[in-house]
Structures are given as C-alpha cells and as structure tokens.
C-alpha cells in the first residue's frame, strides 16, 4: 500500500538523520549515499523531502482516519454544485447576472444589488442588502460571485417552501377550527 511505502521511507529517513546527527553511523544498506559527496549538499535535499513526505503521510492518516478537511475545489462548476437547479434556471440565473454587473468584473457590489432589487421590484434597505451579502458571502470581499448569487438563490427557494409549509398548517388549523366550530353548534342545536 502506497502509505506504507511512505511510512517505511519516512522512518528510514528518520533513522538516517538521528544516525548522522547522534554520530552513530546507521547499519550499512545497499542503496546508501557513497561516502565521498560532502554531507551538508545531501542533507538539504533529504530535508525538504522528509517535509515533503510527512507532510503527504499526515494528509493520507487524516484522509483514512476521516479528520481531514475536504480541499475547495478551484473550479465552479453550477450544474453539478446546484442540483437543485435545472438547467434552463441556471441560464437564466447567469443572464441575470451579468446583467446586473455594470462593471464586468464578475462580482456584484452593494450598488448594483441595490440596483437589481429596485428593478426587481423589491427595494431594501442598505444594512438589509449587506446583511443579505453577508448571509452567503463565502470569501468576505463584500461582493457577490455567480455562486454566491445561487446560493442566495437557494435560500429564498428553501425560505419560500418553509413559508408554503407554514401556510398550509395555517390552513389546515384554520379548517380544523371552523369544523370544531361547527360542530359545537350542531351539538347545541341537538342538545336543546
């Protein structure tokens, strides 16, 4: 298994170290370093990769032990991020996007939210903008990307299916009321 070989190397290299700084010389083995190249132009190479592999051995234990943080990927990629989203409203979310970015820059700032909110017909306060900025900025640059904009999209449909749920409870107790209602009238009426 290829962490073993990187454990097997990294203590070697250990040993090889403690050997060289303690004076005691290490067992001889085949493929040692001859004795005639200078030891401070070995070492440091011997160094970086000791840092190097340890490093890669510690992220491999992480990895199997399952404490290891994912790594972000560096590629956005809407389609597969959002599932959520079909295709033809990623489009349209992207149109939108660079509609409302005056600057072309990729991002859009306080202004040109403020902008896209009047023209949607949903005008809000300046600290109602920056709290929503700052509810999905992921990179606190107090801008929104393209992701940034999908995942605010994704928390007002989830906000407005939670409000469609809350809705319809309404609903149904109201109708529980009225039938309890009516029925203690029809009970009235019978028990007079």
């Known amino acids: 298994m290829a962490s073993e070989e990187l454990a097997s190397k990294l203590q070697r290299r250990l040993q090889w170290e403690e050997a060289e700084d303690g004076g005691v010389q290490p067992a001889p083995r ?8 200078p030891q401070p132009l070995a070492r440091v190479p011997t160094a970086r990769a000791d840092a190097e592999l340890s490093a890669q051995l510690n992220r491999r234990l992480d990895i199997n032990e399952g404490a290891a943080r994912p790594r972000r990927c560096k590629v956005f990629h809407p389609y597969s991020e ?21 600057g072309r820059d990729g991002f859009i700032d306080l202004m040109e939210l403020k902008l896209m909110m009047e ?16 509810e999905v900025d992921e990179d606190f640059d107090g801008k929104l990307s393209f992701r940034e904009v999908q995942a605010l999209s994704s928390a007002s449909k989830f906000e407005a299916e939670l409000k469609a749920e809350q809705d319809e409870r309404k609903r149904v107790e109201e109708k529980r009321r009225l039938r309890q209602a009516a029925f203690r009238e029809l009970k009235a009426a019978f028990s007079t």
């Open 119 to 134: 023209k949607l017909g949903a005008p809000q306060t300046h600290l109602g903008l920056k709290s929503m900025i700052k």
């Open 30 to 37: 085949a493929a040692s370093v001859p004795e005639s190249q």
């Open 82 to 102: 959002f599932p959520e989203f079909s295709r033809r409203l990623i489009k349209d979310l992207e149109s939108m996007f660079r509609l409302y970015d005056s």
